[in-house]
């Protein structure tokens, strides 16, 4: 069974900073592409950070320089360290794992950014 739980999450002021974790079990981490989204009510989830099972990474462009997304595949866990964090960063984030053609997803954690 696979499971992705995310942790870290929480009320922090403007500027601020956060890092996320999710830990993952049921898959073999180290071949599996893993990525952050983010979903506010009424729009679509979209996505944040990912890192390849090469290490390669890519962010969405209002993250960039903010936002930092790391692996640590001998504790098949990543991480999202958010600095600088603004209003428009309040948001529900969630983890996933992606392989081929499966993706699975974690249940989200509450990032919530107050001015």
């Known amino acids: 069974q696979v499971q992705l739980v995310e942790s870290g999450g929480g009320l922090v002021q403007f500027g601020g900073s956060l890092r996320l974790s999710c830990a993952a079990s049921?898959?073999?981490?180290?071949?599996?592409?893993m990525g952050w989204y983010r979903q506010t009510p009424g729009k679509q989830r979209e996505l944040v950070a990912r890192?390849?099972?090469?290490?390669?990474?890519n962010y969405t462009d209002s993250v960039k320089g903010r936002f930092t997304i790391s692996r640590e595949n001998g504790a098949n866990t990543v991480y999202l360290q958010m600095n600088n964090l603004k209003s428009d960063d309040t948001a529900v984030y969630y983890c996933?794992?992606?392989?081929?053609?499966?993706?699975?997803w974690g249940q989200g954690t509450q990032v919530t950014v107050s001015s």
């Open positions: 049921g898959i073999t981490f180290s071949v599996y592409a």
């Open positions: 890192i390849g099972a090469s290490g390669r990474t």
């Open positions: 996933t794992a992606q392989f081929l053609g499966s993706t699975y």
